[in-house]
């Protein structure tokens, strides 16, 4: 059980762009649901907290109107990379959040890779 | 802030070997939960342990096994019988009922 998915797990797309991340909670619900940037050799940083049906909360220094954050449901999130740039290109992670367990019980999508040209 | 320190960039063990890696933390909070993960080539995150802060008793996983300093903040995970398959990126993580912090990494290399 509390498996979480990722699409696409490798996306390269052309400057100026925009890309769309989606997170899965597959077998169970998910209250919130946190997204994260990891550059080559290095930790997970945070970029962003959202609730289901409320707006996200962004990590300071994050643009909110560079990665917009929709978590639409209880089962799925989504990260766009709108005007993506070389400078964007990173390895992005989710995890989910289950409602009414211990704190911070995330189980992590597999990533997704992204490249901008 | 929370924070979270790993000092050891990398190590190396012999496989079969014990290794301990090392992890510091800060808050101001009293219920949180600290955590390791590993991160082997595939990237997907993994967790090898958790403890509540409240719990005195280290927790222990098999071959892995931690021992928790509350008072010194200070959070390492042991490694025992070090297998070839233990050979990945280990972060420490504190997390509460906000969110959760990682700490730089520490890769494990194991030598046959």
């Known amino acids: 059980g509390a498996v979480v998915s990722q699409h696409p797990s490798w996306v390269i797309c052309k400057s100026g762009t925009s890309v769309k991340i989606e997170c899965r909670s597959l077998?169970?619900?998910?209250?919130?649901m946190f997204w994260y940037r990891q550059f080559p050799k290095q930790s997970l940083m945070l970029m962003a907290t959202?609730?289901?049906?409320?707006?996200?909360?962004?990590e300071q220094g994050v643009e909110k109107d560079k990665f917009l954050i929709n978590h639409a449901s209880l089962t799925l999130s989504t990260l766009t990379v709108t005007s993506a740039h070389p400078e964007d290109s990173s390895f992005y992670i989710c995890?989910?959040?289950?409602?009414?367990?211990?704190?911070?019980?995330?189980?992590f999508g597999p990533g997704t890779r992204l490249t901008v040209l | 802030a929370q924070t979270v320190t790993q000092s050891q960039p990398e190590m190396s063990v012999q496989e079969a070997e014990t290794v301990t890696l090392s992890c510091t933390y800060d808050?101001?909070?009293?219920?949180?939960?600290l955590f390791w993960y590993k991160q082997p080539p595939s990237r997907q995150m993994i967790l090898v342990i958790r403890?509540?802060?409240?719990?005195?008793q280290n927790a222990t996983e098999n071959r892995f096994s931690v021992n928790f300093q509350k008072a010194a903040k200070s959070f390492s995970l042991k490694i025992s019988d070090s297998q070839l398959g233990d050979a990945a990126m280990y972060f420490c993580?504190?997390?509460?009922?906000?969110?959760?912090?990682f700490g730089a990494g520490t890769r494990l290399t194991v030598k046959p």
């Open positions: 403890q509540e802060a409240y719990k005195q």
């Open positions: 993580a504190y997390g509460d009922n906000n969110d959760m912090r």
């Open positions: 808050t101001s909070e009293s219920d949180y939960y």
């Open positions: 959202s609730n289901e049906g409320s707006k996200a909360t962004y």
């Open positions: 077998d169970f619900q998910a209250t919130t």
């Open positions: 995890s989910a959040r289950v409602g009414g367990t211990s704190p911070n019980e995330q189980f």
